[in-house]
């Protein structure tokens, strides 16, 4: 950076922001904001923080092994059938066969990592195009969910695989003490609240996460003298996600505490990210989606890339699966019908090119998000799920149309 630079940025902090890069973050705040309005509060109740949470576990899972898959500029049209695919297998196992919990939840990761490893085999080595691989899968999964259940549902599973995506982490309630004050005239009273001790040190944990994650990252920029943002920008970043988690994580204190889904999808979300910005594969992926001809001719094992990203799809397709058929306490056939699609809209919503080689996993997470949000607000206020579909329909409309126009600016 030279002088003059190191000078402008000193007199004006926020230059050089990329808003595109909070844009998605920005739109989820005003999203939820517009619709706590439009429904007078409900959507802020701390029961819809929950159901969020657990209503969304299964797209929040899905989008994050899509992303790799748009990262690569293919898509996954086979994700729907296959998490109802397994979900069956699992609950015909436990129910029919009466085999134990665990061994059906290990028996439905195996059958996520051998379809992955089948769809990678034609994708990569066979080089069929993703589409139509996926797209022939979509229809013998869904064929198959259909034979393994006969065409039935099978239930109700045994509880404690219910608590999979039904259960709670231990918690530990306090009531907060009731304080009465008078204001001209007028009495009010606050505090008597049931507030749960452990979801909010988790918020606490969240925040400090938050705060040595991005130290790291300036830290790894300044290292390697890449372009550092202003530190206000970087305060001011941390100092909104970290809002956001306690808020969040406050509003579960006053539900019924921390989900189990939820820690499935920290650990998960937190792997992937990792992946994605701090390793060699994620580094290899991401060229692939930028120029696979010339990743391969730097020497990118192009053909072990795309396999080893439709194994990783595979596996979040095997744990949304588990998480369905827990929620739901039992396997039906038509599980997952247009997860497909929710997964992919996330992705793109989030930032991810069409193209690829453009896209993060917590982009996809917020596009998640997003969708969650557009969802329980539009139900609250009673729309039907015909115009549900239409809103979220145009706004991945708008979010593609808006990917690619900013890209034409950008190459003028």
């Not at 089948?118 to 080595?125: D, K, R």
């Not at 909104?240 to 999808?265: D, E, H, M, Q």
Request: charged share 10%.
């Amino acid at each position: 950076m030279s002088a003059n630079e190191l000078k402008t940025n000193r007199k004006r902090p926020w230059a050089g922001i990329n808003l595109k890069q909070y844009g998605m973050m920005i739109a989820l705040i005003g999203i939820f904001a517009i619709f706590s309005i439009a429904t007078k509060g409900k959507l802020f109740f701390p029961d819809n923080f929950n159901n969020l949470v657990m209503q969304n576990s299964y797209v929040v899972i899905l989008a994050c092994g899509m992303v790799l898959c748009v990262l690569t500029g293919n898509v996954d049209l086979s994700v729907g059938s296959v998490t109802a695919f397994v979900g069956a297998v699992v609950g015909s196992l436990m129910v029919r066969q009466q085999l134990p919990v665990w061994l059906c939840i290990v028996a439905g990761l195996a059958i996520g990592i051998l379809v992955g490893c089948f769809q990678g085999f034609f994708i990569a080595y066979i080089r069929i195009p993703a589409f139509i691989v996926t797209l022939a899968d979509m229809l013998i999964f869904r064929g198959l969910t259909m034979v393994v259940l006969n065409g039935q549902t099978v239930g109700p599973l045994d509880n404690s695989y219910r608590q999979i995506a039904a259960g709670y982490l231990p918690t530990w309630f306090i009531t907060t003490p009731t304080l009465q004050f008078s204001l001209f005239g007028t009495t009010f009273q606050t505090g008597g609240l049931h507030i749960d001790i452990i979801s909010l040190l988790a918020g606490l944990v969240a925040t400090a996460a938050i705060i040595v994650i991005e130290m790291g990252d300036r830290r790894r920029k300044k290292k390697y003298n890449f372009k550092l943002a202003p530190v206000a920008q970087s305060v001011v970043k941390v100092i909104v996600i970290s809002g956001i988690a306690n808020v969040f994580t406050y509003k579960l204190a006053r539900s019924s505490g921390l989900p189990v889904v939820l820690l499935i999808l920290v650990v998960i979300i937190a792997v992937y990210s990792y992946v994605t910005q701090n390793t060699v594969a994620g580094r290899h992926i991401y060229a692939y989606g930028g120029n696979a001809k010339a990743a391969q001719l730097s020497g990118v094992k192009t053909q072990q890339v795309m396999f080893w990203v439709y194994v990783s799809m595979g596996i979040m397709c095997s744990v949304a699966g588990i998480v369905l058929s827990s929620r739901n306490g039992s396997a039906t056939p038509k599980a997952g019908d247009g997860f497909e699609l929710d997964a992919m809209a996330s992705c793109y919503i989030g930032g991810a090119s069409t193209t690829g080689g453009i896209g993060t996993v917590i982009g996809a997470v917020v596009g998640a998000m997003i969708m969650g949000v557009l969802n329980m607000g539009m139900s609250l206020l009673g729309w039907s799920v015909d115009w549900q579909k239409v809103v979220k329909g145009a706004v991945l409309l708008g979010a593609v149309s808006f990917d690619l126009i900013s890209k034409r600016k950008s190459t003028k």
